[in-house]
């Protein structure tokens, strides 16, 4: 792991862009077994692979990325297309590679794997030229609901931890929720990622605790969500109900619906390999929302 964050810094030294590439191989999230795994093969293995801008686009902000799939699998275009993007405008991106329930994962390692990304970057902040006070999470569907639920459910770190990375808060400064899976109510949520994330016949309990719309507090981050009207596999609902739940608790948010759009489309509808000039109107309202926020200059 030394080895591979030496490089992490000789490319920032460098100036050299990861528009093109990775920056490096993913990073593992624990250097031992990860807790709670059941095997050692890759799908037991969760990951973080680094995007890092140019030196001269570098804004100190960092965006851990969930990809969407379904808690069954993991979106590319939602993943690495998202963080070869937010590197071009000067945003370190972290792609999560969390275990799903495809593999046998139920909650709450989801959870337990984004949180511990999170901290990871905290950790790491003065080698990647990152603030603490700037690291934020991004998700899309079931993604965003990973992302939702790392924006509700989050600790300060545990002070007297023998392990660096467990010291640091896993608290995100803001969330983006990209046509995110927000609850777990029947006829709300998508039925598939329900059942991937917490089992066929869950604990009517476990559905409450993880129906995010219902976990906002007033320590709840800001947040970016974004969905579109026609949207058939997750209905705007779910980002309506979270963002009633930021008024109401004083929040402070960016809401867009668009009225056209499937669902899944990404940084547009021809996904992967998108010029600049066709990125979808929800890009530039987030960078236009982040640099309100001073995340970005």
């Given at each position: 792991?030394?080895?591979?964050r030496?490089l992490?810094?000789?490319i ?33 293995i ?10 001269d ?11 969407g ?22 945003i370190?991106a ?11 994962y ?5 959870l337990?794997?984004?949180?511990r990304a999170i ?10 030229k ?5 690291v934020?999470v991004m998700?899309?569907s ?9 924006v509700?459910h ?11 990375v ?22 709300v ?15 009517p ?11 906002v ?13 026609d949207?058939?596999a997750?209905p ?5 109900r979270?963002?009633?739940?930021l ?5 402070a948010y960016?809401?867009h619906?668009?009225?056209?759009g ?11 390999g998108?010029p600049a ?10 960078l ?10």
């Open positions: 792991m030394t080895l591979r030496g992490f810094n000789l920032v030294l460098l100036g050299c862009s990861v528009s093109v590439s990775s920056a490096a191989d993913p990073i593992r999230l624990w250097e031992g077994d990860a807790p709670g795994a059941t095997g050692k093969e890759p799908k037991d969760p990951t973080l692979t680094p995007y890092l801008p140019s030196a686009k570098t804004s100190g902000t960092a965006i851990v990325v969930c990809p799939g379904g808690y069954g699998g993991l979106a590319g275009h939602e993943g690495e297309g998202y963080a070869k993007w937010l590197a071009d405008n000067g370190s972290f792609v999560l590679k969390y275990r799903l329930g495809s593999a046998g139920r909650h709450p390692v989801m337990n794997d984004v949180s901290r990871l970057v905290r950790s790491q902040a003065a080698e990647w990152l603030d603490t006070k700037r934020g998700g899309s079931a993604g965003g609901h990973l992302a939702s639920t790392a509700t989050f600790d300060a770190g545990k002070a007297d931890s023998d392990d660096a467990e010291k640091q808060s896993s608290r995100p400064d803001f969330g983006v929720l990209c046509y995110a899976v927000i609850s777990m109510e029947d006829g949520t998508h039925s598939g990622s329900k059942a991937n994330l917490l089992g066929k016949n869950p604990d309990k476990l559905v409450e605790l993880l129906s995010n719309e219902k976990q507090t007033k320590q709840t981050p800001p947040c970016f969500v974004w969905s579109t009207g949207d058939k997750v705007v609902t779910n980002s309506l979270f963002v009633t739940a008024q109401q608790n004083g929040i960016d809401f619906v668009y009225q056209k499937p669902h899944g489309i990404g940084l547009s509808e021809g996904r992967n998108v000039n066709d990125v979808h109107p929800w890009g530039k309202d987030l236009y929302w982040m640099r309100q926020n001073e995340w970005l200059k």
